[in-house]
């Protein structure tokens, strides 16, 4: 199964997806995970993403692409996986495609998409941060990461619904709650 996760930042993508790996028995990959790591370990990437991530800007495409082909070549990777931050937009989505044919791998299965509203994920995100001291959380940064995501990412509902991949599920509620209904639409 290749399932790409999509939500505003909060919206529990992290938590059900890893979840749902676990269920699956295939890996996830977080982007965001990926460029944290990256950044604490001062790597390469990690000086050139950090400055982005910090104002909650989206770090360049390039940077991106690079981790996600290097993870998804890996071979635990050909079984399925599930995607968690990427692809953020509708050009990142055709490259990913690109990406899989290029890896001969086949095409996503399903882009499950966690509904949240707003208010909600800014509270979310402000209680993540308090408690794990994220500085990428505070609230003005939370509200521009909203703001980008509705322009850009947004548009990727439409991009998989085109293609008959969309499933949206209400991400509100228990965790046990919003797993069930992501189950019912990856089966």
Known sequence: MRIVLLGAPGSGKGTQGKILAAHLGIPKLSTGDALRAAVAAGTELGKKAGPCMAAGKLVPD?????????RLAQPD????????GFPRNVAQAQVLDSMLARLNETPLDRAVHLH??????????HERAVQEGRHDDQPDVIRHRIEVYNEET?????????????ATVEGVGTVEEIMQRVLKVVA
Do not use: C, M, S, T
């Open 62 to 70: 390039e940077l991106v692409y690079g981790i996600v082909e290097e």
């Open 154 to 166: 947004h548009p990727l509902l439409d991009y998989y619904e085109a293609q008959g991949k969309l």
């Open 77 to 84: 990777a050909h079984r399925g996986f599930i995607l968690d």
């Open 116 to 125: 949240v509203e707003d208010e909600e994920i800014i509270k979310r995100l």
